[in-house]
């Protein structure tokens, strides 16, 4: 049961670049999540997918695009990576569905260093 | 708007001794609560959370954390810090309305051997 695991580890970005970020979980969760980490600033949201077939925006989205794939699978896209862009990225993945009645525990992944120069 | 406050950046405490991590939050309702944990180039660990009931929440590795509705507070508690606990912790909170977990800026906690 490896839980959350995401790829790329480590990835440099020239500007304008483009990449797909993996993300794969085997809880059998219906929910996850694309997070940033980014110095003093503590993680935000940037999109979420509450469960199979549906992705919504959340505190930063601008610059990204996402797609569930399917149960197990949300992958993030920067179609025209952006030095502002650089940072720690963070898949997260919880059981219940991400609506507002539920206080399901979300379960993070090791994360992707990304710099964009 | 829900919105979370993690006053002190850094967190010094000798082995052994009690350790405090603040938390302070803002949201509309009853608030969820959480505290996770992160080591050095690995991914948040959740540590315990607050969903109702008693106000005393105990987690992994001997935390617990104290809800406080009328301080809106929710303190990381320890009763003797070991060095291993060194790291950098995480507040979040979710009000019942939203669907999203609002985290706040993080405290490092350095335990001094």
């Known amino acids: 049961n490896a839980g959350v695991t995401q790829t790329p580890k480590f990835q440099v970005l020239k500007t304008g670049q483009s990449m797909t970020l993996q993300c794969a979980q085997d809880m059998n969760h219906n929910s996850m999540y694309w997070y940033r980490q980014d110095p003093g600033m503590g993680l935000r949201l940037i999109y979420y997918?509450?469960?199979?077939?549906?992705?919504d925006k959340g505190e930063v989205p601008n610059g990204y695009n996402v797609s569930r794939l399917n149960k197990r699978e949300f992958s993030l896209r920067l179609e025209s990576a952006a030095p502002s862009q650089t940072s720690v990225y963070f898949c997260?993945?919880?059981?219940?569905?991400?609506?507002?009645?539920?206080?399901?525990?979300?379960?993070f992944g090791p994360g992707t260093r990304l710099t964009v120069l | 708007a829900q919105s979370v406050a993690q006053p002190e950046d850094q967190v010094n405490v000798a082995e052994g001794n009690p350790l405090t991590v603040k938390c302070t939050y803002s949201?509309?309702?009853?608030?969820?609560l959480f505290w996770y944990v992160q080591y050095p180039n690995r991914g948040l660990q959740f540590l315990l959370k607050y969903i109702t009931g008693d106000n005393l929440v105990k987690g992994s590795y001997g935390f617990e954390a104290e809800f406080n509705k009328s301080q809106t507070s929710f303190h990381l508690k320890k009763p003797s810090a070991l060095v291993s606990d060194s790291a950098l912790y995480f507040c979040?909170?979710?009000?019942?309305?939203?669907?999203?977990?609002?985290f706040g800026k993080g405290t490092k906690l350095s335990v001094i051997p």
């Open positions: 997918s509450a469960s199979e077939g549906t992705t």
């Open positions: 949201v509309s309702g009853n608030p969820y």
């Open positions: 997260a993945s919880s059981e219940l569905a991400g609506g507002p009645i539920y206080a399901d525990t979300q379960y």
């Open positions: 979040a909170v979710k009000g019942a309305g939203s669907y999203q977990l609002t």
